[in-house]
Nanobody, 121 residues
Framework: QGQLVESGGGLVQPGGSLRLSCVAS??????????MSWYRQGPGKERELVAQ????????NYADSVKGRFTISRDNAKNTLYLQMNSLKPEDTAVYYC????????????WGQGTLVTVSS
């Protein structure tokens, strides 16, 4: 099945930056063959997709609320996914989750345990 471990969360002031990391291990398929995504769930809110990196071609997609501020990237050699977050706002406060997914006949997916990001002065 595999495991994803996020890190890099913490407390940051508005306008600041953080970089989240997600290290994968034991996935059923190679890391590079998975679509990798970052989701977040703020206080009292539903979990939402923040950014995604596809497996083929490496294209990326972002939620409108983070476009121009967040950048998703991956290092397939290190089995690691990143999320660079700049110009952070209080509304970015959430638990951030990493997800690996691939569809072969059925959906294979793995979620991380989450890392908390708090944006506050």
């Amino acid at each position: 099945q595999g495991q994803l471990v996020e890190s890099g969360g913490g407390l940051v002031q508005p306008g600041g930056s953080l970089r989240l990391s997600c290290v994968a291990s034991g996935l059923t398929f190679t890391f590079s063959s998975h679509a990798m995504s970052w989701y977040r769930q703020g206080p009292g809110k539903e979990r939402e997709l923040v950014a995604q990196s596809t497996s083929v071609g490496g294209s990326t997609n972002y939620a409108d609320s983070v476009k121009g501020r967040f950048t998703i990237s991956r290092d397939n050699a290190k089995n690691t996914l990143y999320l660079q977050m700049n110009s952070l706002k209080p509304e970015d406060t959430a638990v951030y989750y990493c997800r690996a997914s691939r569809f072969i006949g059925r959906l294979f997916e793995v979620w991380g345990q989450g890392t908390l990001v708090t944006v506050s002065s």
